[in-house]
């Protein structure tokens, strides 16, 4: 390694030292809350809600489908619009049809990234037509970006000096993330539990410094510095990515972790 790397960056990133594993047990990832994505009255008695998880390293939709009509429903399939990370059902959707009137049926529908890609707007937004015997429907959801956190995230501690050096300072993000009650030990083992992992941890004038890595099924790199004052629930979270428009994205998925 050039001795460069080594030389102090900003935010006293010099001194980093390596957590090793001793960051805490993971505790399960988080999962967003199953919202209605077609109500019934738009899809002819069909209605249909999910969301998005990541589990054992594989994206998955939890879908929930009801008959809410007057007749049974057969021969559904799924298809995604282009997306913004390529996201595609990687399986058919398998349902036991015939479905009758006022039944529910649960799938987890796995997903790949090797669709299609294009820029959707919002970047997280996916366009999804479900087909049936009696009609074929549109709908959109917003998926989490946390469920591309890859699991192989963690960044070198020499690497990850020299990127944050590296990635222009006009890309670089600063948020408020408020009412949080957690500790830095449990902010670090809540977020690696989901694939957001600390590098390294310093105490600087009575503020816990977390910094921490992601990487996202595309090969984007996020890194990032989480500030902790013991016993205030206000963090200051700063993002650096290659991709600035990724940023708003990362910073609901570590709200959403912190406070669930």
Known sequence: MPSSLNAPVGGGLGDLFDL???VGMPAGSYVVPKTVWLPAMKAKGLEISGTFARRMGTIQMDVTFTNKAMQIMTDFAIQFNRNSFGL???APLQLATPMSPNQTIEVSLPLSTVGPVMKMDPLNNLQVAV?????????SSLYPINI?????GKMER??????WKDIPSDNEAQFQIKDCHLNSDAVSSKLQSNNIFTIAKRNVEGQDMLYQSMKLTNGIWILAELRIQPGSPNF???LKCRAPEISQFVLQSYEAMLKN
């Open 20 to 22: 090793g594993s001793g």
């Open 88 to 90: 595609s059902p990687a």
């Open 131 to 139: 087909k049936n015997n009696i009609d074929v429907f549109y709908f």
């Open 148 to 152: 591309l956190f890859v699991e192989d």
């Open 158 to 163: 020499q690497v990850f000096l020299a990127t």
């Open 236 to 238: 200051t979270l700063s």
